[in-house]
């Protein structure tokens, strides 16, 4: 079983910043892992993935703004969060993706307001 563990969220003013970490175990460096979001009433949404060979993907409308890496020793994956808007806002989901399964962890919320 591979566990997943999001930190880092938080409130923050428009246009800040934050960084949200996750943490999970495992043969980490096999994993595709994946950041995702959810607002109250939406459905959840991929934010950003990286790959094994650290081939980024993000939504559209957090290109040039977010930025997803990973630290293979540190069993972490990171996303950088920057100019931040209130419809940022929602519970921010790292995902970890073996060969066999995908694994949830239980959510960080960000909270992008004045």
């Known amino acids: 079983q591979v566990q997943v563990m999001e930190s880092g969220g938080g409130l923050v003013q428009p246009g800040g910043s934050l960084r949200l970490s996750c943490i999970a175990s495992?043969?980490?460096?096999?994993?595709?892992m994946g950041w995702y979001r959810q607002a109250p009433g939406k459905q959840r949404e991929l934010v950003a993935s990286?790959?094994?060979?650290?081939?980024?993907d993000y939504t559209d409308s957090v290109e040039g703004r977010f930025t997803i890496s990973r630290d293979n020793a540190k069993k972490t994956v990171y996303l950088q969060m920057n100019s931040l808007k209130p419809e940022d806002t929602a519970g921010y989901y790292c995902?970890?993706?073996?060969?066999?399964?995908?694994?949830w962890g239980q959510g960080t919320q960000v909270t992008v307001s004045s």
């Open positions: 995902k970890a993706s073996t060969l066999r399964s995908t694994y």
């Open positions: 990286i790959t094994r060979t650290e081939t980024t």
């Open positions: 495992g043969f980490f460096s096999s994993y595709a």
